[in-house]
């Protein structure tokens, strides 16, 4: 079984639904991230979270929210998706001193 | 502002030649390097992590560091049509956990 897993994997949306996208790890890793990823501009930092009570927002928060159910679950919400949210959104986690990410499989949203 | 610097390319190189990558970073608080592999459409996966001046090889793999020049390499030996993918540089400073990516290099490998 997957350590990281993302759902869904993909998802079609119209503007100004709200949608989230969930991520579980069995890694017991204390810290999470969310990233999206757009065609030429690499991995964007949207939230990262280093413990249950622990959220930051990253480099691209603005219409998006997260939620730290759990030490190995945490969710990425759109409040009122637009269609420039389009992209591909990856789940990671991480431990230790050595900074290493293990990505989830992603998920592709399409707001139309 | 951190950043982490790579040619798109992309690059491309025959079967069995030598892939070289290249990276360079702004922060000279990093301390931890890390290469990934994306396959279009997947997820990064990690090849390679280095932390100390000098080369650190696994397998075809051979990273460089050279923290006073702020770069850093990723050599691929007898590159295979399945190395074709891009490659994200990322650097991190000791005790941040929240590493700076590269956009990445787009590699070719033909036959």
């Known amino acids: 079984d997957a350590d990281v897993t993302q759902t869904p994997r993909n998802r079609i949306t119209k503007t100004g639904k709200r949608i989230m996208l969930e991520c579980s790890q069995t890694?017991?890793?204390?810290?999470m991230y969310w990233y999206r990823q757009d065609p030429g501009l690499g991995l964007q930092l949207i939230y990262y979270s280093f413990d249950v009570k622990d959220i930051n927002k990253g480099e691209i928060s603005d219409g998006y929210s997260v939620s730290r159910q759990a030490q190995a679950k945490f969710s990425l919400s759109l409040e009122s998706a637009i269609p420039n949210q389009t992209a591909l959104y990856f789940c990671a986690t991480s431990e230790g001193e050595t900074d290493t990410q293990y990505f989830g499989p992603g998920t592709r949203l399409t707001v139309l | 502002q951190k950043e982490v610097e790579q040619n798109s390319g992309p690059l491309s190189v025959p079967e069995g030649a030598i892939a070289s990558l290249n990276c360079t970073y702004s922060d000279r608080g990093s301390q931890s390097f890390f290469w990934y592999r994306q396959y279009s459409g997947k997820s990064p996966e990690l090849i390679m992590f280095?932390?100390?001046?000098g080369d650190k090889e696994d397998g075809r793999f051979t990273a460089q560091l050279n923290k006073a020049s702020q770069y850093v390499s990723l050599l691929i030996r007898d590159s295979q049509p399945s190395d074709s993918a891009t490659y994200l540089c990322a650097a991190a400073s000791g005790g941040s956990y929240i590493p700076t990516f590269g956009r990445g290099t787009s590699l070719i490998v033909h036959p």
């Open positions: 280095i932390y100390s001046n």
């Open positions: 890694k017991g890793h204390d810290r």
